[in-house]
C-alpha cells in the first residue's frame, strides 16, 4: 500500500512524510466534509457525493458555488442527496 501511494499523484504529504490527503485532506479548502463530528476537505463536489456511500455515513457539505461565491450546504447520505440550500444549487463538471 505505501509504495502505490508513493506512486500516486494524487496523495498529499505533510513535511514529515505523512499521508494528509487522497480524494479527502485536512488541508483546508473550499468543501468542507463533516461525518461523525470529524471535519476533512474534499478535492471537488463529486467526491463529497461519493464518499457517503463508499463509507456508508452520512456528511454534511458546505462548499461555495465557483461562479458566485455563494454558499452552499447539503446532507449526502449513502443513497440520496437532502437538505440541499439553496435549493437551486447544481453541480456541473
Known amino acids: 500500500m505505501a509504495v502505490a501511494l508513493k506512486q500516486s499523484v494524487s496523495t ?3 513535511d514529515d512524510g505523512n499521508v ?3 480524494g479527502l485532506t485536512l488541508r483546508e479548502i473550499a468543501r468542507a466534509f463533516a461525518v461523525g463530528g470529524q471535519r476533512v ?3 471537488c ?3 463529497a457525493l461519493f464518499f ?3 463509507i456508508d455515513r452520512t456528511a ?3 462548499s461555495r458555488c465557483a461562479a458566485t461565491g455563494v ?3 447539503l446532507t449526502v447520505t449513502p443513497t440520496a442527496i437532502q437538505d440541499v440550500a439553496p435549493m437551486r444549487a447544481a453541480m456541473s463538471g
Do not use: I, K, Q
Request: glycine residues 4%.
Open 12 to 14: 498529499e504529504w505533510d
Open 20 to 22: 494528509t490527503g487522497y
Open 41 to 43: 476537505y474534499t478535492w
Open 45 to 47: 463536489a463529486f467526491d
Open 52 to 54: 457517503p456511500a463508499l
Open 60 to 62: 454534511n457539505v458546505v
Open 71 to 73: 454558499p452552499v450546504s
